[in-house]
């Protein structure tokens, strides 16, 4: 008697990439044959690519009802994830094609608006003079996990100086719509204002009363929004006053379109820090756009570029 320990003898389940595709041509069209025009094939040939389908996973995917192809319970269910399954390497393939052959590629993250209004145009830099390198950015507020995420590096903001390179301290100050408010106004007049609220950072507007030695009974009025882009397109609409880091508002405040309207300005505990994994140290091109970073006249002038 032979018994098989090895999982290289097992039969296989998974389907074909062709199978996938004619399953879901034909789960779209409700025809073999309208199937097969999208996929340039022959009808025989995304007929075998379904029976072959139905036959590997031993399950009807499909019921036949006045010659149209009607999903089954188990086709529905297989639909949904053949569809995510058949995107994601659609996305993959674009994402890889995006690269250009080049080598060097750096994947991070970054919090959505410092990523917009700070990074992003010191990337371009650094691009131009490394036209080697290029980047797979993408934005998010939750915490990075090294362990887990595909990333060689992560722009945060951390209470804990020591994780990574503190590349900018964060001051926040008082902007609003020049209609809204047309002087310097004292922390008193702000209290009966409405305040625009940054739902992922709640206790903003309760710091600066309390730095400023006021009871803050009325600071939750106003909007919220999710994101400081978001806050930052309300106070130019002139839906309240927002508390913004100063990094971020720097070409609004130029062109006239927000000003400051308190004299104080509090510097929060929270800088933005680039941190990263112990792997990264051996990345030429993270080493060099580190160098870039933290270079002086990088950190000279913290409302531009």
Known sequence: MIINHGYGMRQNYTPSLT???????????????????????????????????????????FLRQNRRLVLSDAGRLFAREARALLQALDETALRIMSFGGRRNVLRFSALPTFGAVWLVPRLAAFARSHPDVTFDIRSTLQAVDFTRDE?????????????????VEERLIVVAAPDLCAGTISDAELVTLPLLQQATRPNLWLDWFVDAGFDPVTIARGPRFEQFGMVLAAARAGMGIALVPEILVGDALSSGALRQVSARSLLSDTPYVLSYPERSRGLPAFEALRGWLRQDEMRGDIGAP
């Open 19 to 61: 199978e996938l595709q004619a399953f879901v041509a034909a789960a779209d069209s409700g025809s073999a044959t309208l199937a097969a025009r999208r996929l340039g094939l022959t009808q025989s040939a995304v007929s075998r690519s379904l029976k072959g389908l139905e036959d590997r996973l031993g399950v009807r995917l």
């Open 151 to 167: 990333v060689d590096f992560a722009v945060i903001r951390s209470e804990d100086r020591e994780a990574g390179d503190i590349l």
